[in-house]
């Protein structure tokens, strides 16, 4: 049966654009490969980015598949393929192949979220992220041990910097930004955190600096020992707390510690400053720790109300001021490691354990590698809303959590719980009021109420560290701040 005549040049355009296509696939699979998994992938705790295993194997399919076609499309044209129309077909083919060979790659690798842009690397090298900010929507603050930068969220341009004095370090950080107004606490090496500094957040202008009576006890980078509550600056020094003025730093109140206990931390709403304390007795002995409710306008006490230890404290954090919601682990192996809800009375309400019967809770990101979580300000897995906490949860044999559950602030008891299908590196709340999540490189959106989730969407490409801070500036842009970023990752970067 002989092949028509003008089925023949057919042949040699199609060999080009299954050659073409084999190019375009080789490329771009093996350039995504290297990119997005660091040149290999696969098995149950490394899976392939998605899509990218059909790219590859499609890649040497059109590869044999146009090299057979070719040597076909040679052999039926033989004696004419020198001939420049000939050659021009073969051209034509290559070049006709790859819009819709790049269209393909996109299709098979499904909808995903680029890197809009990325932050210069930290300099010097030696730099450590400790917190950061988002008083607003465009504006982004990072804080390293040696100042604070603020970054514009719409290009990642630098708007400006408040370096730290010589041979200072940003120790402490405000959980609140009123009126955007931060506050940071600076030290000496291996002395107590004992200035406090006001910068305008808008503008990166010092307000004003204060030396305080700073606890001499606490000589390491630590969170929550100042916050802005309304137009008050509270602040925990070694005797006593005092309320200062927000943009001004004048002294307003001082409400002294009783003897034998020692402030620990500090959060606030613009009605009600809490302060976590440590009391033990005269020789050291019967130690206790309670929460305490100052009115930060004038310092006046509210409540007391006693936490339910026996020992030394170990770690405790406030988690949220409104509703109360404090963490505590205390030294005693056999004592409370919890979160506690508290009504606005002071009442105790729920005790959630941090160690359950099936899985753990694991809102601390902990150390990984030579990166460092922010100790200024931490950055926890969790989110307080809906009279819910919410938390990454995992078994207790790993710390790579791989759901998100809720429990009730009322009674503890769990609400419900979700899978993410990968470990879950940040969870935060947007103003929208639903969670962001990002989980085994893929972004999440959470319905705070019944756990429900939407959108499981790739990030192609994405520069992440180990421990980072997600938050969603406008619709369908996330910026991502990660803690390491001298090495291998930009100290912030965009996605959408």
């Known amino acids: 049966m002989s092949i028509p005549r003008a089925v023949k040049p057919v042949t040699l355009l199609l060999a080009g654009v299954l050659l073409c296509w084999a190019a375009v696939f080789h490329w771009l699979g093996w350039s995504a490969l290297s990119s997005e998994s660091?040149?290999?992938?696969?098995?149950?705790?490394?899976?392939?980015?998605?899509?990218?295993a059909p790219v590859l194997i499609l890649a040497f399919v059109f590869t044999f598949a146009g090299a057979f076609g070719m040597s076909i499309a040679v052999a039926m044209n033989s004696g004419s393929l020198a001939t420049p129309w000939m050659v021009s077909l073969v051209v034509a083919g290559l070049a006709g192949g790859v819009w819709p060979g790049v269209l393909g790659y996109e299709w098979l690798r499904g909808p995903h979220l680029d890197v809009a842009w990325e932050t210069p690397r930290d300099r010097p090298s030696s730099v450590r992220a400790v917190g950061e900010w988002t008083p607003g929507s465009s504006t982004l603050i990072r804080a390293r041990n040696d100042g604070l930068f603020a970054y514009d969220t719409s290009d990642g341009t630098r708007r400006w910097t408040?370096?730290?004095?010589?041979?200072?370090?940003?120790?402490?950080?405000?959980?609140?930004?009123?009126?955007s107004i931060g506050l940071i606490g600076l030290g000496r090496y291996e002395k107590p955190c004992d200035t406090v500094l006001a910068v305008d957040l808008s503008s990166g202008r010092t307000l004003w600096t204060k030396k305080i009576s700073a606890d001499d006890s606490v000589t390491r980078v630590t969170d929550a020992r100042l916050v802005g509550a309304g137009d008050t600056a509270v602040v925990l020094e070694e005797k006593a707390v005092v309320g200062l003025g927000l943009r001004d730093g004048a002294a307003r109140w001082r409400s002294p510690l009783d003897r034998g206990c020692q402030a620990l931390t500090v959060d606030a709403t613009p009605e009600r400053a809490l302060v976590v304390?440590?009391?033990?007795?005269?020789?050291?002995?019967?130690?206790?720790?309670?929460?305490?409710?100052?009115?930060p306008r004038s310092g006046a006490r509210q409540w007391r109300s006693a936490l339910p230890t026996e020992s030394p404290w170990e770690t405790v954090?406030?988690?949220?001021?409104?509703?109360i919601v404090v963490y505590v682990n205390e030294d005693d192996d056999r004592g409370t490691d919890a979160v506690i809800s508290f009504d606005d009375e002071g009442r105790r309400r729920a005790v959630i354990p941090r160690l359950g019967q099936e899985d753990d809770l694991n809102f601390e990101v902990m150390q990984y590698g030579f990166s460092e979580p922010f100790d200024a300000r931490p950055v926890f897995r969790s989110a307080v809303a809906k009279g819910l906490f919410i938390s990454a949860v995992g078994p207790a044999d790993k710390n790579d959590p791989q759901h998100v559950a809720a429990y009730s602030l009322k009674d503890g008891r769990r609400v419900w719980k979700t899978s993410l299908g990968g470990t879950v590196a940040a969870l935060t709340q947007d103003r929208t009021g639903e969670l962001d999540l990002l989980a085994g490189g893929d972004l999440w959106r959470l319905d705070p109420t019944t756990g429900e989730k939407h959108g499981g969407t790739p990030l192609r490409g994405a520069p992440l560290s180990d421990v980072l801070a997600l938050h969603r500036v406008k619709s369908g842009q996330y910026v991502i701040v990660n803690s390491n970023g001298a090495k291998d990752a930009p100290p912030v970067f965009a996605i959408k």
């Open 38 to 52: 660091q040149g290999a992938c696969g098995g149950r705790y490394d899976p392939c980015p998605e899509g990218l």
């Open 317 to 323: 954090f406030m988690l949220s001021a409104d509703p």
């Open 162 to 179: 408040v370096p730290a004095p010589e041979r200072r370090s940003v120790c402490a950080m405000s959980r609140t930004t009123p009126s």
């Open 277 to 295: 304390e440590q009391c033990t007795n005269t020789d050291g002995k019967n130690t206790k720790l309670r929460l305490s409710a100052l009115d």
